[in-house]
């Protein structure tokens, strides 16, 4: 055999091939991660109250969704509960909150859970503690609606009244074994809060939290 000769050099051991190769996969990467990120973006972005007018679904729904009524429906197509958005109903006496007086509601609920932090103990949109109750779906939980029992603890007759009641003396109603311990928190603190439960009810998270309790009424085929 001749001295000059070589004997071929495998594709796999070439660095050439695998140095292409990486420089291929790093930039397809590079884009799918761009298309990806800008596909979220547009899910997660919150909707307007034109979009509710109009019955477009968006799944972080306008803070003005607190004039609607809000359910959890089970979706065959997706196999689990979504949030589904009815006709506008009266909270806390109006049905009539503009996206502007919607977000400053929004906000002082938003502030005054970060304020009595609440995720010390409780869990929101997975981010929190597993020592009380999940919030993320607190709004359309059964023990709230009509003829729920914090309904008649409270003595009152609307889910928004019984959650603004019980939160500001939470150490008065045996709600859980856990008992919540009275924070301090005040009607416009506790309005705020209402506000933003009702609203977070109504993000589409995908059936999450899985074992959330299935609203009463509510078919699974």
């Known amino acids: 055999m001749s001295e000059d000769y070589k004997e071929p050099e495998s594709v796999w051991t070439s660095n050439r091939f695998w140095s292409r190769s990486a420089g291929w996969v790093t930039g397809f990467s590079a884009v799918l991660l761009i298309l990806l990120t800008m596909d979220t973006l547009g ?31 089970y979706s065959a197509v997706r196999g689990h509960e979504v949030p589904v ?13 503009s ?3 919607a977000n400053a509601l ?11 932090n609440c995720m010390n103990c409780h869990t929101l949109l ?47 109603y045996a709600s859980h074994a856990r008992r919540m311990p009275n ?12 506000a933003f439960l009702k609203q977070m009810s109504s993000i589409d998270t995908n059936g999450f939290p899985r074992n959330f309790n299935k609203i009463q009424g509510s078919t699974q085929k």
């Open 126 to 172: 997975g981010n929190g503690a597993y020592y009380a109750p999940d919030l993320t779906k607190a709004w359309l939980d059964p023990a709230w609606q009509a003829g729920g029992v914090m309904q008649g603890m409270t003595g009152t007759t609307s889910t928004d009244e019984a959650m603004l009641v019980f939160l500001q003396n939470p150490d008065k």
């Open 183 to 194: 924070l301090g928190i005040t009607p416009e603190e506790a309005k705020g809060l209402v």
């Open 43 to 73: 899910q997660i972005t919150m909707g307007s109250a034109e979009d509710l007018a109009n019955k477009v679904t968006k799944r972080v729904p306008s803070a003005s969704v607190i004039n609607y009524k809000v359910t959890y429906e």
């Open 106 to 116: 929004l906000e002082k609920g938003k502030l005054t859970s970060q304020a009595k």
């Open 85 to 97: 958005i009815g006709e506008k109903e009266l909270f806390f006496g109006r049905n009539d909150y």
């Open 99 to 101: 996206e502007a007086e």
